[in-house]
């Protein structure tokens, strides 16, 4: 395989971070917003993620479930996170796709633990799917229009 898919802890499949993996478990958005201490929450569907924005700083690590591969707002809860700054961990779990993981990607998952394991090869010509973008996302790659304008 060409491309890095990241190491496998415990039921994380694909991670693309080089720090140490966080291992202790998550609290709900509901018990991270009471607890001075929890450092790993689970976003649900419905839970808002904006609740979250005045504890980034402690948060080691996201999830954000996806109970289904039509309930898409786990792709906004990721922007939200993402662009209000977050740096840590944010995976994505559940329900998780091969055809979803280019936009998870560019969404700014960089952590995978899908219900049923992935089969790499695809996997990582889906993580490969477009080499060329033309929105900004929070994966800060560089759009065809900026290429377009360096030349």
């Known amino acids: 395989m ?21 291992d202790h478990g998550t609290v709900t958005v509901d018990s991270a917003l009471e607890q ?29 479930n996806f109970p289904g591969f039509g309930d898409g707002r786990g792709y906004s809860a990721a922007r939200i996170l993402r662009e209000a700054g977050y740096a840590g961990e ?6 998780v796709l091969i055809d979803q993981l280019s936009h998870m990607r560019r969404c700014g998952f960089d952590s995978f633990a899908p219900d049923k394991r992935l089969d790499e090869e695809d996997a990582a010509r889906a993580f490969a799917t477009w080499e060329n973008v033309y929105q900004r996302a929070a ?13």
């Open 36 to 64: 001075t201490n929890a450092a790993a929450v689970r976003i649900e569907p419905g839970d808002d993620a904006r609740a979250l924005l005045p504890f980034l700083d402690r948060l080691a690590l996201i999830e954000v």
């Open 90 to 95: 944010l995976r994505a779990v559940g329900d």
């Open 139 to 151: 994966d800060a790659r560089r759009t065809i229009p900026e290429k377009r304008h360096e030349a």
């Open 2 to 22: 060409s491309q890095n898919l990241g190491t496998s802890p415990d039921e994380v499949q694909f991670r693309f971070r080089d720090d140490e993996p966080v």
